[in-house]
């Protein structure tokens, strides 16, 4: 689908690129102004009013139209008509902010949330559907790199022009997204029709609600960063408007040209490294220009890195449901509820007059704890993905290859004929009840047969267990 | 196993008398007793939480039964029929003599495991251990068919992986 094709006669525009610039239009609109964007910042202050409750309201919009979009988006017609329709509505329900505050104000903020969340999570049809799956983390940096500069450009003219002009910016990025996502191609064919969906029967519950909890440990501490470090700098304004995004711009970029066997785990420890860095340069240095520049580059660019790195987690988690939509709304929304629960965190610690270099030391306890967190959920998210990938290579052989791998990876003590059957179920991506129901025993007898087999092979979880029985099988 | 279970009960309610007494005391300011009661109340509950895991022993046993051997009719003294029946059950893992459990095959490869079987005209021998301690034990088999006996030492096979010495048949 992303091959040399054009669409309308342009042959450089293939469907995966028009879906990427579309979106980093989209995206840039969002990050410019519903979602703490720096449009909307100036243009309360203008106005003399709190932003607080405005910011609040919108970022939950936000995460409800995120989480709700894929229950009933399921179809690339209706993924394109919820992207262009939900463009529109933040084009109209933006309108009101080049006039005097009123109630059109808080409703059209809550309005602009909800939907930007459906289109975002709506476009992660097109992001399967466009993109193949080893592509993904290079579709996400550049609608990343894209959208950053876009906003940069946004903040810039905001914050030294105008904030009205700001927000025409801010508009006419919508405009142009939708021509782009306008001129994407959009078949009537459900999902599953569209890309070769895995297999796999394991549901994708469980890495889901590990790559959430991963997610919002991640963003916790940028939602406490932009509430702790930036206030200290507000004084450098002109540097701010632009080099804020900056270094978060050049580390996607290094790493989306990172060779693709580059280990990923190796390059988030980098990013828990320098956001470590980061906390103890601002409590270091002061609050000069090329303080800020230490500080700043640190801390973006180790959000670069921890974004990357969980956009690609998600992009890769696509291929494993029938409606990518619901996952990487809900992904996403878990970052969102990060920004939120971390910006919370951020302000009860400065709203309670504590001397700035407490405030610092508080921060980066609170991060190093959420970092530590970090490696073994990685670990745990690394290995459910890998067995949803090892359990479709197994429903795709034969039965005597299936009963074969179970003899070729040595044992304690060899398995009974029974923890044999089981085994063949547990490889068959089956539940305990599953196999209770299967085998007409109990789920405690699976449990115990179960215990037993991770025993015999010297392992210690049922994903460890698959790991080291499909890992050879797979070519992985 | 019903007499696990009423033990089970018993400590329950004795760990929530506990617990209720020692706040009473505890608000009317007898720090003594409502310590003596908490203690009372925290063994009762060391004691229930002994007997449920006992329970689910007993239940995982009796749901994965290859030999069951019920009490001859008659053999039951009448104010005894309500209490725990003296039922045997040999299953995959362990052996459940009444309220009396012998475990094997719960622990992985490092605990107890069932080593070997033998069956004869009465009896199946069985023998379970760890590295530590080994157990022989003799159970009445109350089999009277030699398919039925080939049948039990199949399943037997089929469920531990011991394949059964059958003598005397």
Redesign the interface.
Known sequence: MSGGIGINGFKFLTARRLSVIGFSFLFAFILSFPFEGQVLYSLLDLREIKPSGYILAAIIAHFTGLFTCGMFVRSKAAAKKTVLGGMGICLAAALPFFFAPSFLWMGGLIVVGYVSGCAVAAWGLFLRAFTPKNERIKTCADVLIFSNLLMIAINVVSMNRSPLLGLFLSVLCLVVGMVFIGMMPAGPKNIPDDTEVSKARAGIKYPLLMLCLFVFVITINSGLMYQVINPAFEHLTGLTSWYWAVPYIAALAIIRNLPMKAKRSQILYVGMAMIMGAFISFIVLGRSASDYLIVDTLMLAACGIFDLFWWSILGEMLDYTDNPVKPFGIGLSANVLGVLFGGALGMAVTSNNIPGAEVAVIALTVVCVTLIILPPLNRQLVLLLKNHSYLSAYDNMSQSQKTDIIFQVKT???????EQEVLQLILSGKSNRDIAGALF??E??VK?HA??I???YDVSSRAELISTLLKNQTGK | MKRIRKRRNGFALLAAAGIISAVSLGAACFFEAAFAFGAIAFGSFLLALRQTLLLRDATLIRDNRIISVSPPPGSIPVKKKNNDTEETVVSTFGVLIGSKIYRWGLSGVHGVRLNCACIDKERIYLTFGDAIRTIRLEVLHGMTQNQTVLDAAQKLWYETGISAGITGW
């Open positions: 304690l003590d060899p398995l009974t004929a029974r025993i109990s405690s007898t115990t215990r037993n991770f025993s015999k």
